[in-house]
């Protein structure tokens, strides 16, 4: 092999996606396109009622059914069903009732499994559902959290005695990272306190969850739409008592998580408990109905927030106590959703003094759990709106009032009074470059003057400087709060004869172009072309080991680990090129991709020429094992702390109630962009999802604890037609703490949107004496806040 | 069961099905063509989006009967001689896909909407596939990829479209 001229860095090139190839021609592998010999369908009979004991329950008519091959219920299972995992055990008391995949005496939320059929056709499994014959006893219902939590409440459940599961405190003034909070709001000048609804949602991949299961072969082998299939093949073997080698998890092609695919689930363990009694594999795909109804919500917390300040609008304290809605179980990381916002309430501010309480509660609802940016959102919109509403109180512009606390950039690296170190970080040139883009002053202009005529459209300015903590996460911090594993994540390299490269990474792609990314990565670190590499992952077979897709990690932390085995692959080449250069090894220097003698140019040996080398190993220097690949794992040893500004005009129709977005503008510093094509995209996907959170979406519940936006038709998801084009722009201050310098960008634009929108709904609608309008900001809602009596709705 | 005759992407099956069967669900497991796929039970996603004799159509809203003597063309049969359709050069090009899982269906119903209005606005775009969810890319660059599309087949260019900016 020759050696190539200088090639232009991969890093940083709007490479087009090797994943578009399958997806744009229809060549995919969904789970649900599985189709094995002999296979069977699961259906699954849900709980229609909210809380019931099961008084009575029979499936032998449906058993008799043609095409039915089984149908069991949880009382046929119970003794080796077990509970489905909940991974995060927040305080040492925390009240951790069992989830059984299949209810037995006792149903706490509608939707919850009660039996299931297989049968040789879906449409035979899910025909014999109605042959299913069920007695439920009605129980009282709890829904309201804090109805939930009053003394003599009904309960969910009955033998625990209480609707709380946990109660997590932190405390600056007593864990030494800042001031006695208390003593702190005794100074205050200002003090402004209010409540904040984070509406339940529901993460809505596109791609309802499907598993299939086989346990014909030596192994057992489940594909599954699913983020994390290394910690479902640990939890399913602990789970279903087979041993951990005899367990392999596929995550084929996964159409979207959103956090909404990180558990280990109730139709997956039935699916294996089918196909282990059968002996055949079994198919379950679930529904969208099914989906919105048992598939984990997110968000649901109220929230009151409450800021200390002097009159010059320099913040002194803060007080957070949040109700975090559970729904009828833990779910896999549930209690420590709130606990990931527990962190960043204090935001990109200065803060002498802090203090968080939450509670977690129980309610006859489905579960939540880790949705898109997962308890950052809550926290960042928590305290964004009320930085808005200091500057009000204070008669300050928004901005003034975060200028004057935020963290400036020649302050970094900077401990905050959550005990965080943000590494790096630059709000002032995300800022003004949002500030100028956005044309701020002039839309203050317009704002003034639609005012000043009484116009019908008003105007309203949002303002989002947020910051979150991603890059999940050094394994001591996880443990410090209990989480049940660790944070690192695993890279493989694998020098493959011919000089191509197969690339392992332990995180599980679902949509955020790995395979693109980091073959972008290793073309530059190992000079070979970006079409010569492969990246396998989603398999416990070639993925051996992993954490997963998650808390924006992939790139932060399985990015790292990915470089450091490209350097040990150069290492471990470096002695075989130098027997090829007649050298000594330190006389060796590798760049753009190939190796040569110190200070003399021309043609030198690739990595595939010492590829071949071992491969054929005829003559290799004495005590060299012939092998080049390397593994790498990356513990990260901090967070890492993407930034930005967003800002966001809405026009409000007063006499409608309807909100255009009019302007929007996200200025995000995600560290060094190894693809900004994929950058870009997660951030408006991300925007979207927050903007969806601001204006459209919510998981409804009557008085009964039905689902009533059970289906596409009333969880509203927005269109294209109910959006508009935004502008994106980026900073880039680089994660100091390793060599990529990246900080990942995958829950960044959900984070951060939420709060613009409101804000500048709010802002809209000031001066008729509203100072908040709940989630979503829908048309009645609005037009409430606009014009009935003392504005706030 | 009825009995159906229908060309997919170019080729003509004649099958017995039970009459209650989707056309989506006929595609998907009597034909294979699992390129098109099912996101909602609703007719709200639009991902089983399918062209019937030219036209846009939610495959799970129509009986594989009601196909009987037509011509259905899935995603998998839009590309000609190995050569992709502008509309899935424009999405590689642009960005406009991320899982992937609506792409199939938002592919089809550009395809479709672009017969209607070759030329359209931005605004024409984001009403056009308002039938269509997608929950990873905000629309943005599917709005763009669609625009691309538009000016490359009206120029009759089926080449690929020169690289596009990108304003990150």
């Known amino acids: 092999m020759t050696v190539t001229d200088e090639r232009p860095a991969e890093v940083g090139a709007p490479r087009r996606r090797k994943e578009d190839a399958r997806l744009i021609t229809g060549r995919t592998n969904w789970t649900d396109n599985i189709v094995l010999p002999g296979m069977h369908y699961m259906a699954v009979l849900r709980s229609p009622v909210a809380h019931a004991r099961i008084s009575h329950i029979d499936v032998s008519a449906a058993r008799s059914r043609s095409g039915v091959v089984d149908a069991f219920t949880g009382a046929d299972i119970a003794d080796f069903q077990g509970s489905l995992p909940c991974a995060w055990p927040v305080t040492p008391d925390m009240v951790h009732p069992n989830r059984p995949p299949l209810a037995v005496d006792e149903v706490r939320h509608v939707g919850e499994p009660v039996a299931v059929v297989i049968a040789r056709s879906r449409n035979a499994a899910v025909d014999a559902l109605e042959a299913i014959d069920v007695d439920y006893e009605d129980l009282p219902v709890v829904l309201d959290m804090e109805a939930a939590l009053a003394e003599g409440a009904d309960l969910v459940h009955s033998d625990k005695g209480t609707n709380k599961s946990y109660t997590w405190i932190f405390e600056s003034g007593a864990a030494g990272t800042g001031a006695s909070t208390d003593e702190a709001f005794a100074q205050a000048e200002v003090v402004v306190k209010r409540r904040y ?89 679930e529904t969208r109905s099914d989906s919105l109804v048992s598939a984990h919500h997110g968000r649901d917390q109220i929230q009151d927030i409450e ?61 939540t759990d880790a949705y898109r940016g997962a308890g950052r959102p809550e926290a960042t ?194 002695p075989v090129a130098a027997h090829m250069l007649e050298c000594d090894v330190n006389d060796v220097e590798f760049s753009n991709g190939s190796f040569r003698v110190r200070g003399t140019p021309g043609e030198g040996k690739t990595l595939g020429d010492c590829a071949l080398a071992v491969f054929a190993a005829h003559n290799l220097p004495d005590g060299i094992e012939p092998n080049l690949d390397a593994e790498a794992v ?17 026009e409000i129709d007063t006499e409608t ?114 100072n908040d309008v709940e989630m979503p900001c829908t048309p009645e809602r609005v037009w409430r806040a606009a014009n009935l009596s003392g504005g706030a709705q | 069961m009825a009995s159906v005759s229908v060309t997919v992407d170019g080729v003509r099956y004649d099958d017995d099905v039970e009459a209650r069967t989707l056309l989506v669900h006929y595609l998907r497991e009597n034909l294979g063509k699992v390129g098109t796929v099912v996101g909602c039970d609703t007719s709200n996603c639009g991902a089983c989006t399918v062209l019937l004799n030219g036209r846009s159509v939610k495959s799970c809203s129509v009986l594989a009967v009601q196909a009987d003597g037509q011509e259905v063309t899935t995603v998998e049969g839009l590309a000609r001689d190995g050569v992709l359709h502008p509309v899935q050069q424009a999405f590689h090009d642009r960005h406009a896909l991320q899982c992937g899982f609506c792409t199939p269906g938002m592919i089809m119903a550009a395809v479709s909407f672009l017969a209607d209005e070759p030329n359209p606005t931005g605004e024409q775009i984001r009403e056009g596939i308002e039938g269509n969810l997608c929950r990873c890319t905000g629309y943005q660059n599917i709005v763009r990829a669609i625009s691309d599309a538009a000016a490359a087949m009206r120029s009759g260019d089926t080449a690929q479209p020169a690289a596009t900016e990108v304003s990150v």
């Open chain 1, 197 to 285: 609804k984070q509406q339940r949602l529901i993460p809505s991949f596109m791609e309802p969850r499907s598993v299939v299961v086989d346990p014909t072969g030596d192994v057992i082998t489940v594909w599954s739409s699913t983020q994390i299939p290394h910690i479902t093949r640990f939890l399913m073997s602990l789970l279903t008592g087979t041993p951990e080698h005899k367990v392999r998890i596929i995550a084929p092609d996964v159409g979207g998580g959103f956090g909404g695919k990180i558990g280990v689930t109730a139709e997956e363990m039935l699916s294996f408990f089918a196909a282990r009694r059968l002996g055949k594999p079994v198919k379950y795909t």
């Open chain 1, 307 to 367: 800021i200390a300040a002097k009159r010059d609008g320099t913040v002194l304290g803060l007080r957070v106590n949040l109700l975090a809605n559970m729904g009828a179980y833990l779910g896999l990381v549930a209690p420590g959703v709130p606990l990931l916002g527990a962190f960043m309430y204090n935001a990109i501010y200065k803060f002498p003094a802090y203090r968080f309480e939450c509670s977690g509660v129980f309610t006859n609802t489905t579960i």
């Open chain 1, 381 to 574: 919109y928590a305290i964004e709106r009320l930085m808005d509403e200091l500057a009000v109180e204070l008669g300050l512009d928004p901005m003034e009032v975060r200028r004057r606390n935020w963290i400036r950039h020649e302050e970094f690296p900077f401990t905050t009074v959550a005990g965080l170190t943000y590494d790096s970080g630059n709000y002032e040139a995300a800022t003004d470059k949002a500030m100028a883009l956005f044309g701020y002053d002039a839309l203050r202009a317009e704002q003034a003057s639609r005012r000043a005529s009484g116009d019908q459209v008003q105007l309203g300015l949002g303002i989002s400087t947020y910051t979150e903590m991603c890059g999940l996460a050094p394994s001591r911090i996880l443990g410090a709060l209990s989480y049940g594993a660790g944070g690192w994540e695993h890279a493989a390299v694998r020098m493959l004869p011919t000089g191509k490269v197969e690339v392992v990474t332990g995180s599980s792609a679902h949509g955020q172009g790995h395979e693109t990314a980091w073959s972008q990565i290793v073309a530059d670190q190992l000079g070979v072309a970006f079409e010569d590499i492969e990246v396998l992952h989603g398999d416990t077979r070639t993925s051996v080991k992993g954490l997963d897709t998650y808390g924006s990690r992939s790139l932060a932390v399985g990015g790292i680990a990915l470089y450091q085995a490209c350097q040990k692959v150069i290492e471990n080449a470096k």
């Open chain 1, 634 to 650: 990356y513990d990260p040893t901090n967070f890492s702390f993407p930034h930005g500004t967003h800002l966001c005009a809405v």
């Open chain 1, 657 to 770: 109630g309807v909100t255009k977005i009019r302007k929007y503008v996200a200025v995000d510093d995600v560290g060094r962009v190894v693809n900004p094509l994929i950058v870009e995209g997660q951030i408006h996907g991300g925007v979207v999802q927050g903007i969806a959170q601001a204006l459209f979406e919510e998981a409804v519940y009557d008085g009964s604890g039905n689902l009533l936006t059970g289906s596409f038709v009333d969880y509203t998801l927005p269109s294209a037609a109910d959006l508009v084009e935004m502008t994106t722009d980026r900073t880039e201050s680089p994660a100091p703490g390793h060599p990529l310098g990246v900080k990942g960008v995958g829950e960044a634009g959900a984070i951060a949107s939420t709060p613009a929108v409101v804000n500048a709904i709010v802002d809209a609608l000031r001066p008729r004496g509203v």
